[in-house]
Nanobody, 121 residues
Framework: EVQLVQSGGGLVQPGGSLRLSCAVS????????MTWVRQVPGKGLEWLSG????????YYADSVKDRFTISRDNGQNTLYLQMNSLKPEDTAIYYC??????????????WGQGTQVTVPS
């Protein structure tokens, strides 16, 4: 079965860094674009970042551009989100998600379990 298992969340002080990981199985990772999404309780989803199947192109929301970096290791079937200069407004549940195609543009068809990131004010 398809699995996306996330790790790396937790509490970090403002200005600190955290790296999220998403280890996948059950599909050909190198064929799929991947996305990071977050949700603040009571609010909708915010699409943060996406990366093409080969890692050649990426996009970032303005709210995280120049602070977050998406990457992937297709040999290890793992997606990463490096988060630097964290702010209290980054507090949310973070999800990795699989895009059904090699590029982003459609709704994900599989999601990780989510992990909490908390940055106190």
């Amino acid at each position: 079965e398809v699995q996306l298992v996330q790790s790396g969340g937790g509490l970090v002080q403002p200005g600190g860094s955290l790296r999220l990981s998403c280890a996948v199985s059950g599909f050909t990772f190198s064929n799929s674009a991947m996305t990071w999404v977050r949700q603040v309780p009571g609010k909708g989803l915010e699409w943060l970042s996406g990366i093409t199947s080969d890692g050649g192109r990426a996009y970032y929301a303005d709210s995280v551009k120049d602070r977050f970096t998406i990457s992937r290791d297709n040999g290890q079937n793992t997606l990463y989100l490096q988060m630097n200069s964290l702010k209290p407004e980054d507090t949310a549940i973070y999800y990795c998600a699989k895009d059904p195609r090699a590029d982003w543009g459609t709704m994900p068809d599989y999601w990780g379990q989510g992990t909490q990131v908390t940055v106190p004010s």
